[in-house]
């Protein structure tokens, strides 16, 4: 019953999608304005439909339903409730469904908030993007993809997810998050293309989809953030990002996201580097689809990746169609991107967007690389070789180096040309906070030039910020936090925060095995622990054994280690003491011997880890500050749109 | 915007999507997928030192069984295929209860679990405890089970990831036989 | 005010100098066997993990490599012998550093050549904009600037 209506709806949702399409397709054909409000019902369709699928696999998670496929090999009845709702984005199928959703969700607000432009062509072409997306997802879902397939003999019990995927409740957020910023970059691409294909290439449209790209990057940030937490408390590594090829799939569409976000700058105030925002627009989605391919079609193999798939083929199909689109028109309309008026010198405010950008390029550029080389090397010579985190980290830090310093300096300069005395005077501040943020760092024992370099220039970044927002503040009252400036430099003052904690944890970590019995100590770093007692209890089919431990100062903390009969080796639960200074990060390395109380235990020292999760979250408050007077100027907002076609 | 500078832009977009679609066509056409017979360095070379003190007590050295057929199957007892096919090691065992000899060692497993893994599934043949694991390093073990077959004069033959059975061991055994044969 | 700006710039760069000079001297590279073989355990990848590194990764084949690495740095191999047994077992790519010799390199070189590249073009840029004619703005262009001054 369920299935049947699970699948009903995905027909409606794929019907509507044709539908909008179909109609919007004709209404631009027709030239005739009236005739485009018609796509709006179907777009409505398509809704319904997708809500009704995603509703009908709740309802078969929720009630433990597995005569459908999905059910019975993603759930159990023992999950609790909280797992089995988020199930829905714990597999292949259901994860397209998850998409699906989202991406209803944005065409839905879209043309709720355009319905009156719903006759510009502009935004015509927009939707009839979008809808292409919806109708390419709902096909998915519809055929090879389908997650109302039945069994025709349903087992009494389904097999459950990965124990890894059901253990930690940030598995319900941060795959939606993420979600919501990979899906939400449909929206400024479509409008790229609609830009493309009207021919109406002025600033216009930018002003109209700033806030959706702004919602997109910060869903994307928050996702990535939210994953890197996840498995930062539930891997038992201490590790809260591998350069996995999965985590650089989310990672790329962000970097050329941010990038984008920043020079987009540059030509609404300047009317400069138009191929260059297009281009970033179009790669930041086509790697969305790109990394989707990566995780779902089995060609990498990842702690993340979704069970070997068929959509191999058809990603890839959709990845390419994207590119040629995007690549013929971006040279069909070179000759109507010619940029007005030029960059005076490199020292302004847009000099180290320029600056910033190509940084970002190149950043993305070795993340991108790295991620496929292995895949580039096997298909010349069949040589197996892994690019993993030394590579990355080597590459990418003086690269991370130079953005900070960039990141510091932009907001220091002003536009067209800033001469040296201006800039000595703004920036001995922001120096002074960086240098003194270098000289704590060193007397605290940080070491090695890289580490102690970033973490200065950090210091620099934020004092750069800081005098921006009290400046803000002081002109504008709490106003001065508001809108991109302040939302920006606000995001700014995470970034390094989270830098901070990024660079000292990595380089500044310390760690220790023991071999401990009760009442036992070791102590690693400074840090004692000593091993209380061992508890080995079954919860149901699974033995569960735990250490408590003793952190001297921190209090007790026990870190456990689970034997899934149906799953191979045993999986560590991990237990952290966290501070503002460090965290320590325990885990059981092995399962002790039945009868034995001998547990290996691995503790890592981590400092400033927190720092990190901290940053993520005022990064998030920072893109919210830049949301909010945008909400305020909606009416102006959407007169661009309207008083550009009068051009 | 110059006559020069749109010449640019186009030949950047058609370079750029000429190296992407390069890149979407090279990852089209890659195949991948094997057998459940793999490829291992250690084929063709003399078999790893294998040698040590077996669960009933006797000493073992791999060296001393290479004049007959030597099956080595790197195992766990929480590991479900290891359970599935046990019964062909027993049933290979016998088989070749003159000319053969299958030995077991854990991987990934202490010493304790394994003991009861063999009382419960029974097989009586040499169960060795790899210490510091050198021996799965030696042999390239990736996930129990692995199995390893030595022919006569101690040079390693075939490689099994995964669940074997005795017929496919005997393939093996039964095609260098007749080569040998033959030559 | 410039005499106070210019003894504040000073004092910036004699603390950013020795705080940088200080992290170079303190900074030393893996010295007690125990120290080699973490570095050489973290910059190796679990073969069957999928990425992880056998420090981290707690599956069998993990635990194996890192029982071994440490025999074998007890014996006095050097890591270089270590890392080579190591991908003769198990395959090239259990190292995490792609090699730096055969078609393994391009990942090492391209990137810095599209660094440099990017540089070169943007230098280039600049003095083609320092020179050439002034491109005057639309009026579309300042329209628009002028909008988004009014709002801001």
């Not at chain 1, 038992?236 to 650089?248: I, L, S």
């Not at chain 1, 590459?395 to 300096?409: F, S």
Request: charged share 15%; hydrophobic share 50%.
């Amino acid at each position: 019953m369920t299935a049947l209506l699970g699948t009903l709806g995905v027909g409606i949702a794929l019907v509507g999608a044709i539908g909008a399409l179909t109609s919007l397709i004709l209404a631009l054909a027709s030239h005739r304005s009236d005739r485009h409000s018609r796509a709006l019902f179907w777009i409505a369709v398509m809704v319904s439909g997708c809500v009704v699928a995603v509703v009908a696999m709740e309802i078969a998670l929720l009630t433990n339903n597995f005569s459908l496929t999905y059910v019975a090999s993603n759930s159990t009845e023992s999950t609790p409730v909280l797992y089995k709702f988020a199930t829905l984005w714990g597999a292949l199928e259901g994860s397209l469904l998850l998409w699906g959703f989202v991406l209803c969700i944005y065409v839905g607000a879209v043309s709720l908030s355009f319905r009156r432009q719903i006759s510009d062509r502009l935004v015509a072409w927009a939707l009839l993007t979008m809808l292409v997306v919806c109708v390419f997802f709902f096909g998915l879902l519809a055929g090879p993809a389908d997650p109302f397939g039945t069994l025709s003999s349903p087992p009494v019990d389904g097999d459950g997810l990965n124990p890894l995927l059901r253990n930690h409740p940030l598995m319900a957020i941060h795959p939606v998050m993420l979600y919501f910023g990979y899906v939400g970059f449909t929206v400024p691409f479509s409008f790229a293309i609609a830009a493309l294909v009207t021919g109406r290439l002025g600033e216009g449209w930018l002003l109209s989809i700033r806030i959706w790209t702004l919602i997109a990057w910060g869903s994307l940030s928050v996702g990535i953030l939210l994953g890197a937490w996840w498995s930062y408390e539930v891997l038992g590594w201490g590790g809260y990002w591998a350069w996995d090829p999965v985590e650089n799939a989310s990672f790329l569409p962000w970097l050329t996201g941010t990038a984008f976000i920043h020079s987009v700058i540059v030509q609404e105030r300047r009317g400069m580097l138009r191929v260059w925002n297009l281009s970033l627009l179009l790669a930041t989605f086509a790697l969305t689809i790109f990394g989707t391919f990566l995780t779902r079609s089995g060609v990498i193999e990842s702690v993340h990746e979704f069970s070997a798939s068929s959509l191999g083929p058809l990603l890839l199909g959709f990845f390419a169609a994207i590119l040629v689109v995007s690549v013929a028109l971006i040279g069909w309309r070179g000759d109507e991107l010619r940029s007005p008026g030029s960059i005076d010198s490199p020292l302004s405010r847009e000099g180290s967007f320029l600056a910033n950008n190509l940084l970002f390029a190149l950043f993305a550029f070795v993340v991108l690389l790295g991620t496929v080389f292995p895949l580039i090397v096997e298909s010349i010579n069949g040589d197996r070789l892994a690019v993993g985190r030394p590579y990355f980290d080597r590459m990418l830090l003086p690269i991370g180096i130079a953005l900070l310093l960039a990141m510091g300096l932009a907001p220091l300069l002003t536009w067209r040309s800033t001469s040296r005395q201006v800039l000595a005077q703004r920036a001995l501040g922001p120096a002074a906070c960086g240098a003194a943020v270098m000289g704590v760092a060193v007397v605290m024992g940080a070491e090695g030039l890289g580490p102690v370099l970033g973490i200065g220039l950090g210091g620099f970044v934020i004092g750069a910020a800081l005098r921006h927002l009290v400046l803000a503040c002081r002109r504008n009252g709490w106003r001065g936090l508001t809108g991109r400036s302040g939302g920006g430099m606000v995001a700014h003052v995470g970034v390094s925060l989270l830098a901070f904690g990024f660079i000292a944890s990595t380089a500044f970590s310390e760690e220790g095995e023991f071999h401990l019995r009760p009442g036992d100590t070791g102590s690693v770093a400074g840090h004692q622990i000593t091993f209380v007692e061992l508890t080995d209890t079954m919860d149901g089919p699974n033995r569960v054994v735990r250490a408590l431990i003793d952190v001297k100062g921190r209090g007790g903390y026990s870190p456990a280690i689970t034997q899934y009969p149906t799953f191979g080796r045993p999986i560590s639960t991990p237990s952290v003491a966290t501070s503002f200074v460090d965290d320590v990060y325990l885990s059981l390395i092995a399962i002790p011997e039945e009868g034995s109380d001998l547990v290996v235990i691995r503790v890592l020292i981590e400092p400033l880890v927190g720092w990190i999760w901290v940053g993520g979250l005022v990064i998030g408050i920072g893109t919210l500050l830049a949301v909010i007077p945008l909400k305020d100027a909606r009416g102006s907002r959407r007169e661009d749109v309207v008083s550009e076609k009068a051009l | 915007m110059t006559h020069w500078s749109l010449r640019i832009v186009r030949i950047f977009s058609a370079v750029a999507g000429l190296v992407l679609l390069s890149f979407v066509l090279l990852l089209a056409t890659r195949d991948g997928g094997n057998g459940s017979q793999s490829k291992s360095p250690l084929i063709g070379e003399l078999v790893p030192q294998v040698e040590g003190v077996r669960f009933d007590g006797q000493s073992f050295d791999v060296d001393d069984v290479t004049s007959g057929w030597v099956l080595i199957n790197f195992f766990a007892s929480w590991c479900v295929p290891c359970v599935r096919e046990h019964p062909e090691l027993v049933e290979w065992n016998r088989r070749h209860r003159l000319d053969g000899v299958v030995i077991s060692v854990p991987f990934g497993d202490t010493e304790k679990d394994a003991r009861a893994f063999f009382v419960e599934h029974g097989g009586n043949w040499p169960v060795l405890i790899d210490n510091e694991s050198a021996w799965a390093v030696a042999f390239g073990v990736l996930r129990p089970p692995e199995s390893f077959l030595v022919a006569p004069g101690g040079v390693v033959v075939a490689k099994w990831q995964g669940q074997i059975t005795a017929d496919e061991v005997d393939r093996v055994v039964v095609d260098l036989q007749e080569r040998n044969a033959v030559s | 005010m410039r005499r106070y700006q210019r003894i504040s710039w000073l004092l910036i760069l004699i603390i950013v100098a020795g705080a940088l000079v200080a992290s170079v001297v303190t900074d030393d590279g893996p010295a007690t066997q125990g120290e080699r073989a973490y570095e050489i355990k973290s910059t190796m990848l679990c073969p069957v993990c999928d990425g992880q590194n056998v420090l981290e990764s707690n599956a069998p084949v993990a635990a194996a490599i890192r029982a071994q690495v440490d025999d074998l740095v007890a014996e006095g191999r050097s890591d270089d012998e270590i890392r080579a047994w190591m991908a003769r077992q198990y395959g090239s790519d259990v190292n995490a550093n792609p090699p730096r010799s055969g078609v393994g390199a391009l990942v090492w070189i391209l990137p810095v050549l599209a660094g440099v590249m990017a540089a070169g073009l943007l230098i280039l840029a600049f003095g083609r904009w320092r020179s050439g004619r002034e491109i005057e703005p639309s009026e579309e262009d300042i329209r628009i600037v002028q909008t988004l001054r009014e709002k801001n």
